[in-house]
């Protein structure tokens, strides 16, 4: 069986924005997810969502994987982003819009 390090390097390898959150996006589970889940859903990009919920070694392990001690966590292109705040300060500078340019993540052309 794979280590909960080798589970979560194949979900994030597994699609190019990956979140980390409690709850699944229509249903949030903590407010600071719901935030992420609304600040994604005005960029328009594609992203894969894991409840931690669901996964006892996950929600613990995606904390030692980063280095960072709460949930949501966002990750792009295999790179971690962060948390709630960090999510939200880059999406109101315009910064999040930029990495996902740079890093050719686009939403889907309506």
């Given at each position: 069986?794979a280590?909960?390090?080798?589970?979560?390097?194949?979900?994030?390898?597994?699609?190019?924005v990956?979140?980390?959150?409690?709850?699944?996006?229509?249903?949030?589970?903590?407010?600071?997810?719901?935030?992420?889940?609304?600040?994604?859903?005005?960029?328009?990009?594609?992203?894969r969502?894991?409840?931690?919920?669901?996964?006892?070694?996950?929600?613990?392990?995606?904390?030692?994987?980063?280095?960072?001690?709460?949930?949501?966590?966002?990750?792009?292109?295999?790179?971690?982003?962060?948390?709630?705040?960090?999510?939200?300060?880059?999406?109101?500078?315009?910064?999040?819009?930029?990495?996902?340019?740079?890093?050719?993540?686009?939403?889907?052309?309506?």
């Amino acid at each position: 069986m794979a280590s909960s390090a080798e589970r979560i390097q194949d979900i994030i390898s597994s699609a190019d924005v990956v979140l980390f959150m409690k709850g699944v996006p229509a249903a949030p589970q903590c407010g600071f997810s719901s935030a992420v889940v609304q600040v994604l859903a005005q960029v328009g990009v594609p992203y894969r969502a894991v409840d931690v919920l669901q996964d006892p070694f996950v929600r613990e392990g995606i904390k030692a994987f980063s280095n960072w001690p709460t949930i949501p966590q966002l990750y792009i292109k295999g790179e971690f982003v962060g948390g709630c705040d960090i999510v939200r300060e880059m999406f109101q500078a315009g910064e999040l819009t930029a990495l996902l340019a740079e890093k050719g993540v686009a939403a889907p052309v309506a």
